[in-house]
Structures are given as C-alpha cells and as structure tokens.
C-alpha cells in the first residue's frame, strides 16, 4: 500500500547509529541467524541483497550488519557488533570511513556516482574500491534502491559483486528481487525481510525508542508491522501531534448528527490539509508518481494519510462493538469513550463506515474531485443504516 520513499531512509539511518549492531532488530530471526553463522565463520559473502517492502527496515538491518561486519572485537555468542572498538565508535559517532551510502542522485543511480569519467571525480567506487579498510574489519557499501540503477551503471558493477576485493562488502537494498537486474540478483546473497508482529513491534517502540503503551500502539498499527516505518514515526513529535488531531476530529465526527455532514467535509478538508509529518512517511519517490501537479499529488498523498488514520479508528469501533468491548485496539488511550461510542452503533453501522473510507480511497486514487469524496465520505460516516 505504501510506495518505496526517498526521505526515511536517512533517518532511519541516523536513529540506527544511537544503537547497536544485530541485537536491535526485532522479528526477523531467521534473516539474523543467516547472517549471523555467515559472520562467525568468516565465510561472509561479498554481496547481500536484502529485499522487503518499504518500512521493514532494509537501511536498519544494512547498518546493523556493516557494523558487525566492521567490528575489531565482535562477541561470539550471539555474534556481534561490540560497541566499544574503534570502528564501533566511529560507526555509532556516524563518522566511520569505511561505510559508503549510495543512493539516487533524483531518479536514478548513474554509472559517474561510481566511477570516475576521464579520471574525474566523484566516481566513489573508483576513489576507495582498491583501498583496504582504514578502521574496520571491512569497506562496506550500501546501495540503496537498486531497482534504481540505470542499465549501464548496474552492468558496471557486476564486476566487483562478483569478485569484491576479499575486504569489501556490498549490501544492496532493494524491494524485491522480481524487479531487480537478474544479473545482479545471481550474484548476490538475498535476504528476504519480513514484516514483525505488532504486538513485537509495540514492545520494541516502548523499550528502544521510551513510547508511552498508547503511542505505540497507534504507531504499531498504523505502520503495520514495518518496523523501518514505525521508527521512523516515533522518531519524529509531529507525528503523535498530527494523529491526535485526527482521533479528536474522528471522535468529534463519529457522534455529530447528519445535519453536520458539509462541516465535517470541511473539516475533513483542513485536517488533511495540516498533515505534514505522517505524509512525508508515504510520499513515493518521483519515479513513481503519477500524473497531476506536486500540489495536486500532495494534497492526496495526505488524504491517503488521513483515511488511513480513519480506518484505524473504525476498525477500533468495529471491533468494540463486535466483542462488546474485549479486544486490543489502536488507541488505548481513550479506551473508555470509545467503547460508548461503539455502543451508539452495531457493527453493521462501524462495518459500513470502514467500506465507505475504502470508497473514498479508491475515488482518490481515481482522481475524483476531493470536495465530493469529503462530502459524500462524511454524509456516510455520520448517516446511521441502521
Ligand atoms: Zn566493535
């Protein structure tokens, strides 16, 4: 549901450096136990290739592995990064000389961010490719987006995937393999990332990154097990702000009489409208992107955001008014209004909501008029069936 984005990967970047090596990453055992036996037998391949939609957190366990990869003193049961060595340090201050990114320079990765032109910079590969590792224990690159590679700037590197120097390493990060160059898939080893329970993920936000139960809850559910999304979110207060904003106008919206309707549309309107920091999570890269003005393409990216966050809170209800008030939701928080709120309506009247949501989201998508999908949404939200 959510397109690859340009902007998160440098923060789950940073949040990664406050952290340490393969111990940090949560629900992906058997991609850890393969990296791991790879790692303690030294028998570590010179090319990864891990693939997984966006959020499950590609950059995380791609940093994680460089610094174990790195590491001076690794521990041995688990394999790990140590945290204290020279490299660690330098890997956890983000000034390590041994980890290049390489990522689109706009919508592509060209063959001169890799090799020099007539001996002229900023080839990367060219400047540092032959050099041992000045710290660590490996060079390590990261390609992020290989999906992104024009022709001649992946056949560039078969090359050294295929026979990297014995101290270099290459994560590739991609989607998934079925889009990525056949050439290049053959020569690496792929890791599939999987996405993590949310009940894992809601423990990992409040023990690593200090969230209250309730906050990570929504973000858990919101970013659906993907756990390079859900950092992302809790890194960044706007978020929980703008969420709230939208629970208050959903609890305000779930209980207004019919009459109210074209005043919710409006509202609706401007809610979605004030949506910054959630959106910027599901911006797709320019590539990606359809037809219509960036105003245009905004503006929906940021409904998409708020139905999302509607969908949520109707299916709170749903489920409330279905098991009579005995089930896990979204917003813990307002636990007790909302079960009175479940009680105004049965679960066709909460059911009926959630698909007129879907409704407006598929009108979205096909471009309709955003003032008839608010009003028809609203006089739907707020008109009982039953
Ligand atoms: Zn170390």
Same mark, same amino acid.
């Given at each position: 549901? =959510?397109?690859?984005?340009?902007?998160?990967?440098?923060?789950?970047?940073?949040?990664?450096?406050?952290?340490?090596?393969?111990?940090?990453?949560?629900?992906?055992?058997?991609? @850890?136990?393969?990296?791991?036996?790879?790692? $303690?037998?030294? $028998?570590?391949?010179?090319?990864?290739?891990?693939?997984?939609?966006?959020? &499950?957190?590609?950059?995380?366990?791609?940093?994680?592995?460089?610094?174990?990869?790195?590491? /001076?003193?690794?521990?041995?049961?688990?394999?790990?990064?140590? #945290?204290?060595?020279?490299?660690?340090?330098?890997?956890?201050?983000?000034?390590?000389?041994?980890?290049? *990114?390489?990522?689109?320079?706009?919508? %592509? @990765?060209?063959?001169?961010?890799?090799?020099?032109?007539?001996?002229?910079?900023?080839?990367?590969?060219?400047?540092?490719?032959?050099?041992?590792?000045?710290?660590?224990?490996?060079?390590?690159?990261?390609? *992020?987006?290989?999906? $992104? =590679?024009?022709?001649?700037?992946?056949?560039?590197?078969? %090359?050294?995937?295929?026979?990297?120097?014995?101290?270099?390493?290459?994560?590739?990060?991609?989607?998934?393999?079925?889009?990525?160059?056949?050439?290049?898939?053959?020569?690496?080893?792929?890791?599939?990332?999987? &996405?993590?329970?949310?009940?894992?993920?809601?423990?990992?936000?409040?023990?690593?990154?200090?969230? &209250?139960?309730?906050?990570?809850?929504?973000?858990?559910?919101?970013?659906?097990?993907?756990?390079?999304?859900?950092?992302?979110?809790?890194?960044?207060?706007?978020?929980?702000?703008? @969420?709230?904003?939208?629970?208050?106008?959903?609890?305000?919206?779930?209980?207004?009489?019919? #009459?109210?309707?074209?005043?919710?549309?409006?509202? +609706?309107? $401007?809610?979605?409208?004030?949506?910054?920091?959630?959106?910027?999570?599901?911006?797709?890269?320019?590539?990606?992107?359809?037809?219509?003005?960036?105003?245009?393409?905004?503006?929906?990216?940021?409904?998409?955001?708020?139905?999302? /966050?509607?969908?949520?809170?109707?299916?709170? /209800?749903?489920?409330?008014?279905?098991?009579?008030?005995?089930?896990?939701?979204?917003?813990?928080? *307002?636990?007790?209004? +909302?079960?009175?709120?479940?009680?105004?309506?049965?679960?066709?009247?909460?059911?009926?909501?959630?698909?007129?949501?879907?409704?407006?989201?598929?009108?979205?998508?096909?471009?309709?008029?955003?003032?008839?999908?608010?009003?028809?949404?609203?006089?739907?939200?707020?008109?009982?069936?039953?």
């Amino acid at each position: 549901m =959510f397109s690859e984005r340009t902007i998160w990967k440098a923060i789950v970047v940073k949040s990664t450096l406050s952290m340490l090596g393969l111990q940090q990453i949560i629900g992906q055992e058997s991609a @850890i136990a393969a990296l791991r036996s790879a790692l $303690k037998t030294a $028998k570590l391949p010179g090319a990864y290739l891990l693939t997984g939609t966006a959020g &499950t957190g590609r950059s995380f366990v791609a940093t994680a592995l460089a610094q174990a990869a790195m590491c /001076l003193e690794p521990t041995s049961e688990p394999f790990d990064a140590c #945290g204290v060595c020279a490299s660690c340090k330098l890997f956890l201050s983000g000034t390590h000389p041994d980890i290049t *990114h390489i990522s689109a320079v706009g919508e %592509k @990765i060209q063959i001169w961010q890799l090799w020099d032109r007539d001996g002229k910079p900023p080839g990367i590969l060219s400047r540092t490719l032959r050099y041992s590792p000045t710290v660590g224990a490996k060079r390590v690159y990261i390609l *992020h987006d290989v999906e $992104k =590679f024009t022709p001649s700037a992946a056949n560039s590197i078969l %090359k050294v995937l295929e026979e990297p120097p014995s101290y270099v390493m290459f994560i590739l990060l991609a989607m998934d393999s079925a889009r990525t160059l056949p050439t290049i898939t053959s020569r690496c080893t792929q890791i599939r990332l999987s &996405t993590v329970s949310q009940s894992q993920l809601e423990e990992y936000l409040q023990g690593n990154l200090s969230l &209250t139960a309730s906050d990570a809850a929504i973000i858990a559910a919101y970013s659906e097990g993907r756990i390079g999304q859900a950092v992302q979110m809790a890194n960044n207060p706007n978020v929980m702000r703008e @969420i709230n904003e939208v629970l208050a106008f959903s609890l305000s919206a779930a209980s207004a009489p019919l #009459g109210a309707a074209l005043k919710v549309a409006e509202q +609706m309107r $401007k809610l979605a409208g004030q949506m910054k920091a959630t959106v910027q999570l599901d911006v797709p890269d320019a590539a990606e992107e359809g037809e219509g003005s960036t105003k245009e393409r905004a503006a929906r990216f940021q409904f998409t955001a708020l139905f999302e /966050l509607l969908m949520l809170f109707y299916r709170d /209800l749903l489920m409330l008014s279905a098991t009579a008030g005995n089930c896990k939701i979204a917003h813990p928080a *307002h636990r007790t209004e +909302m079960i009175s709120l479940s009680q105004r309506g049965g679960p066709f009247r909460w059911q009926a909501c959630l698909e007129a949501i879907l409704i407006a989201q598929r009108r979205l998508e096909a471009n309709a008029s955003i003032s008839l999908i608010t009003e028809v949404l609203s006089m739907s939200l707020l008109e009982c069936p039953e």
